[in-house]
């Protein structure tokens, strides 16, 4: 979900979406050093807890699992966080294109991954920002030989406008 963002000179474009969508945290603005103002590219909200990423670990196992099962893990879960953030009808048809490139094969992972690192997996990318996620899966997508690349940045763009509309409105 996205926050509420309070009408305020600091917001900056890189705060929109805050916390699911937006950049880093602006390290000159936390030291009241930002010289760029309400044109940072940054973020100019608190952020409480440090984001959830993938270890080393982790991304070998993205890596080595076959293309179905990668399909079959992370994106029903990039699905599920798109949309509860933005169900409008540009938005879901971006994700049934994405789905379709994929040829999405719902199934499992194989049991050369352990249950308990399945586990954690699926726990950490439902556990990590929209936009992480989508960087995680625009990384993926090459080792996996898909061509999601225009969709996903049109994607993140679809939805940072949004948030930045709710920005201007708010």
Same mark, same amino acid.
């Given at each position: ?65 076959t ?7 992370v ?8 949309l ?5 009808? +540009?938005?879901?048809? =971006?994700? /049934?294109?994405? !789905?379709?490139?994929?040829? $999405?094969?719902? *199934?499992? #992972? ?9 586990r ?26 898909? +061509?999601?690349?225009? =969709?996903? /940045?049109?994607? !993140?763009?679809?939805?940072? $406008?949004?948030? *930045?509309? #709710?920005?201007?409105?708010?």
């Amino acid at each position: 979900t996205i926050a509420p963002i309070p009408a305020d000179s600091r917001i900056s474009p890189g705060s929109w979406g805050h916390p699911d969508l937006c950049s880093r945290p602006c390290l000159y603005f936390a030291a009241g050093a930002c010289t760029n103002g309400s044109n940072c590219e940054y973020c100019h909200l608190e952020h409480t807890k440090r984001p959830a990423h993938l270890d080393k670990r982790q991304r070998d196992t993205l890596r080595a699992i076959t293309k179905s099962e990668w399909v079959a893990l992370v994106m029903p879960i990039l699905e599920s966080r798109v949309l509860s953030l933005d169900s409008s009808p +540009e938005t879901t048809a =971006l994700v /049934e294109q994405m !789905l379709q490139v994929c040829d $999405l094969e719902l *199934g499992s #992972l194989s049991k050369s991954v352990a249950p308990q690192g399945q586990r954690m997996l699926m726990l950490t990318l439902r556990a990590m920002s929209v936009r992480a996620l989508i960087a995680s899966v625009q990384r993926s997508c090459v080792a996996h030989g898909f +061509e999601l690349d225009g =969709l996903l /940045e049109a994607l !993140l763009l679809k939805l940072k $406008l949004r948030a *930045g509309v #709710l920005a201007a409105e708010a």
